[in-house]
């Protein structure tokens, strides 16, 4: 059981290049969602999904993009690649995005946009 | 809006000793409230969650919150800290109605001295 996963865990990019943040789930749970961690911001919300092809954008939206087409994954793309986008990213899941339940969060992905 | 606040952004404590690390939040209802502590380089994990009953709730590591709806507070304390707590913490709160969306709030990174 691996529980949360993220790749890459280092990527550089440079400005206006595109990429996808993968992120996977082995838990069968239904609630999936991608923060990012800024320093002395805390996580926000980037996008999150309830279930397989339902997505809906967090607190920062803006430059990303989602989809949700099987249970375990849950990919966030970067349209075109800002230095405002250099932060570290998190994806989290719960077993049914009740607002009690505990999120697992991966390990991150930590993205340096030139 | 919801709000969690954590106004310290740096606590230095030596081991053994006694730690509180202080967290509030501004909502018009009990909102879900969790403690997440985030290690050097790795992704966050549930240190407590509270959503009713006791007001006092035991988490792992030996940690312990509780809740003081008079003064929209949910402190984190630990009687005896050991080196391998040095870490960041994040309170963090969900409400009724916004799935397992989490508003965090800034992170309190404890260093603990020998």
């Known amino acids: 059981n691996a529980g949360v996963t993220q790749t890459p865990k280092f990527q550089v990019l440079k400005t206006g290049q595109s990429m996808t943040l993968q992120c996977a789930q082995d838990?069968?749970?239904?609630?999936m969602s991608w923060y990012r961690q800024d320093p002395g911001m805390g996580l926000r919300l980037i996008h999150y999904?309830?279930?397989?092809?339902?997505?809906d954008q967090g607190e920062v939206p803006n430059g990303y993009n989602v989809s949700r087409s099987t249970t375990e994954d849950f990919p966030l793309r970067l349209l075109s690649a800002a230095p405002s986008q250099t932060s570290v990213y998190f994806c989290?899941?719960?077993?049914?995005?009740?607002?009690?339940?505990?999120?697992?969060f991966g390990p991150g992905t930590r993205l340096t946009v030139l | 809006a919801q709000s969690v606040t954590q106004p310290d952004i740096h606590i230095t404590v030596s081991e053994g000793a006694s730690l509180e690390l202080r967290c509030n939040y501004s909502?018009?209802?009990?909102?879900?409230l969790f403690w997440y502590v985030q290690s050097p380089g790795q992704g966050l994990q549930l240190l407590l969650k509270?959503?009713?009953?006791?007001?006092l709730v035991q988490g792992i590591k030996g940690f312990e919150a509780e809740f003081k709806r008079s003064q929209s507070s949910f402190n984190l304390r630990k009687p005896s800290v050991h080196w391998s707590d040095a870490a960041e913490y994040f309170c963090?709160?969900?409400?009724?109605?916004?799935?397992?969306?989490?508003?965090f709030g800034t992170g309190t990174r404890l260093q603990v001295t020998l």
């Open positions: 838990m069968n749970h239904e609630y």
């Open positions: 999904s309830v279930g397989a092809g339902i997505t």
């Open positions: 963090a709160v969900g409400f009724t109605g916004t799935a397992s969306k989490l508003t």
């Open positions: 989290a899941s719960s077993p049914r995005g009740g607002a009690g339940d505990t999120q697992y």
């Open positions: 909502y018009g209802a009990t909102p879900y």
């Open positions: 509270y959503f009713s009953g006791d007001t």
